[in-house]
């Protein structure tokens, strides 16, 4: 059953505010995680009724930072306000506190001071509800204690190649270290080596990410106009990454590539990390590489799960867009992610000649609170194949999934396209694919803003069955509006087996966003 709520699109913009980004910061540098469906749906009728103002801010920060759930958190007072800073502040802690303070009155005065004061015009800005992440003030480096690395990131890369030599192993980070990656614009990268595991000491998830090491990109990304976009964070085949911070920052405006690569391989693994910043247009936090594409690798069992991603350093305007993750493995297993406000596309699912794409996108959660994109998930053939575009044979997607997923959107934001099987509503132009199978995705207890819910277009036998959800439809851009599109007659697409209704319309060019 599909739910379905029409706006003229003359309405898409008119909802009054609802600090959409502000909630969504309160639980993903607060709590470490996403807000449920559920609790989006309740905060977003909260705001609607007491509107977006210091007072409704204050008790939404109360809520949180004085609820149970935080106040179990494994974290000392420094942990608790730095976290206060990052989701009221919208910034890192500037140092640390000169005295100890009672939680209750450390959270009563940041919440009425000044700096909080300056914060509620921007959070409450009637024209969007993103406002992006202040990390040009620095870097907070707490406190280190306990056992692990806590050198500089030449004495880190020169311990990961150690353990490469040594036939493998895991190089323990010390909770709360800071590890500074770029060095003014001299290293390129860290990188792990094959059968090389770099984690923190604990292995803490995501939900406690200040205890995390934090690997953080410093300087600029671009040497001499040399090495633009290189990740903070490069897995060589076989390598993994697990409950580290990777900041790849980007809210100073210069150019910037991703958090983490996966650079082909088989095994690979970047499991309950933290995963923030990047903004590069066409870029992405994180990346999984694989075969016939710009790295030529061969890709196999990859497998990124359980990791918060956020975006706020990006922005769906001015060409600073960037993915969520891009798939460009043709065997990885993408599962209970969190992604927030990715400027471009949630998950991008991409096939590349010569391979057969059979990854598996599964359970996660897409949520556009404050940045709009041009879609939650996509399935597309042009690939990242660099030379190799020039072909233009069909992309096989056979034993590919989409499945599981929930997609959600604030009453300001939107999904262009929910679901894009195909990317014609792009390019209008070949490759196409077939063989790709979407099944079971939802908004859960809320709904998403969209054009059109699921998309069907250059994609061939697809299978779509039981994407149940809320589909509000809105003039997010120029495709016809329907919570099931699929351009059959004009012989863009087909499905496999009988399909659910749809709108037999022609999609095509029309992913950017209305004028």
């Known amino acids: 059953m599909v739910a379905l709520a029409l706006l003229p699109a003359g309405q898409a913009g008119a909802a009054a505010p609802v600090p959409g980004q502000f909630v969504a910061k309160l639980h993903t540098e607060g709590l470490g995680r996403a807000p449920s469906s559920r609790e989006w749906v309740r905060w977003v009728a909260f705001f609607g009724r007491a509107g977006c103002r210091a007072s409704s801010l204050r008790r939404a920060a109360r809520t949180i930072y004085g609820g149970r759930e935080f106040r179990r958190l494994p974290y000392d007072g420094a942990d608790r306000l730095a976290a206060l800073h990052r989701g009221v502040l919208n910034r890192d802690l500037d140092?640390?506190?000169?005295?100890?303070?009672?939680?209750?009155?450390?959270?009563?005065?940041?919440?009425?001071?000044?700096?909080?004061?300056?914060?509620?015009?921007?959070?409450?800005?009637?024209?969007?509800?993103?406002?992006?992440?202040?990390?040009?003030r620095g870097v907070w480096a707490p406190r280190v204690r306990g056992p692990g690395f806590r050198g500089s990131e030449e004495q880190l890369q020169a311990a990961l190649d150690r353990a490469a030599r040594r036939g493998g192993g895991t190089v323990w980070l010390a909770q709360r270290a800071t590890i500074r990656v770029g060095d003014g614009g001299v290293r390129e990268q860290l990188r792990i080596p094959p059968g090389v595991t770099l984690a923190t000491v604990g292995r803490p998830g995501p939900r406690a990410y200040l205890r995390m090491a934090r690997l953080v990109r410093v300087g600029d990304s671009c040497v001499g106009g040399e090495h633009c976009?290189?990740?903070?964070?490069?897995?060589?085949?076989?390598?993994?990454?697990?409950?580290?911070?990777?900041?790849?920052?980007?809210?100073?405006?210069?150019?910037?590539?991703?958090?983490?690569?996966?650079?082909?391989?088989?095994?690979?693994?970047?499991?309950?990390?933290?995963?923030?910043?990047?903004?590069?247009?066409?870029?992405?936090?994180?990346?999984?590489?694989?075969?016939?594409?710009?790295?030529?690798?061969?890709?196999?069992?990859?497998?990124?799960?359980?990791?918060?991603?956020?975006?706020?350093?990006t922005s769906h305007r001015g060409e600073r867009w960037a993915d969520g993750i891009t798939v460009a493995c043709e065997d990885a297993t993408v599962e209970r992610n969190a992604i927030v406000d990715?400027?471009?596309?949630?998950?991008a699912l991409f096939g590349n000649p010569g391979t057969v794409q059979r990854s598996t996108i599964r359970?996660?959660?897409?949520?556009?609170?404050?940045?709009?994109?041009?879609?939650?998930?996509?399935?597309?053939?042009?690939?990242?194949?660099?030379?190799?575009?020039?072909?233009?044979?069909?992309?096989?997607?056979?034993?590919?999934?989409?499945?599981?997923?929930?997609?959600?959107?604030?009453?300001?934001?939107?999904?262009?396209?929910?679901?894009?099987?195909?990317?014609?509503?792009?390019?209008?132009?070949?490759?196409?694919?077939?063989?790709?199978?979407?099944?079971?995705?939802?908004?859960?207890?809320?709904?998403?803003?969209?054009?059109?819910?699921?998309?069907?277009?250059?994609?061939?036998?697809?299978?779509?069955?039981?994407?149940?959800?809320?589909?509000?439809?809105?003039?997010?851009?120029?495709?016809?509006?329907?919570?099931?599109?699929?351009?059959?007659?004009?012989?863009?697409?087909?499905?496999?087996?009988?399909?659910?209704?749809?709108?037999?319309?022609?999609?095509?060019?029309?992913?950017?966003?209305?004028?």
């Not at 996966?262 to 990047?278: D, I």
């Not at 030379?387 to 929930?406: M, V």
């Open 229 to 313: 976009g290189q990740p903070v964070v490069a897995l060589d085949g076989g390598a993994a990454l697990r409950s580290v911070w990777v900041d790849g920052r980007g809210g100073d405006r210069r150019l910037h590539g991703s958090a983490v690569q996966v650079e082909g391989g088989a095994g690979g693994r970047v499991v309950a990390t933290r995963l923030t910043g990047a903004a590069l247009r066409g870029g992405n936090v994180i990346g999984v590489h694989g075969s016939a594409n710009r790295l030529g690798l061969e890709c196999r069992g990859v497998r990124v799960s359980g990791n918060l991603v956020t975006g706020y350093t």
């Open 363 to 515: 359970s996660n959660l897409v949520l556009a609170a404050g940045s709009s994109a041009f879609a939650g998930i996509a399935a597309d053939p042009h690939g990242v194949c660099a030379d190799a575009c020039a072909d233009e044979s069909p992309r096989d997607f056979r034993g590919a999934r989409i499945t599981g997923n929930e997609l959600l959107t604030g009453p300001r934001t939107a999904f262009g396209l929910g679901i894009a099987l195909g990317i014609r509503a792009l390019f209008d132009a070949p490759p196409d694919g077939f063989g790709v199978a979407a099944t079971g995705n939802d908004t859960g207890a809320g709904s998403a803003r969209v054009s059109v819910g699921v998309a069907v277009s250059g994609m061939h036998d697809a299978r779509v069955e039981r994407n149940a959800g809320r589909w509000v439809l809105v003039g997010a851009n120029t495709c016809p509006q329907a919570p099931l599109a699929a351009s059959v007659s004009a012989g863009l697409a087909s499905f496999a087996g009988p399909p659910p209704p749809f709108a037999d319309v022609r999609i095509a060019r029309c992913w950017q966003d209305r004028p």
């Open 342 to 347: 990715a400027s471009d596309v949630g998950i």
């Open 95 to 136: 140092r640390r506190p000169a005295r100890r303070r009672a939680w209750p009155a450390a959270l009563r005065a940041v919440l009425g001071g000044p700096s909080f004061a300056r914060m509620v015009p921007r959070i409450c800005d009637r024209r969007s509800d993103a406002y992006g992440f202040d990390d040009a």
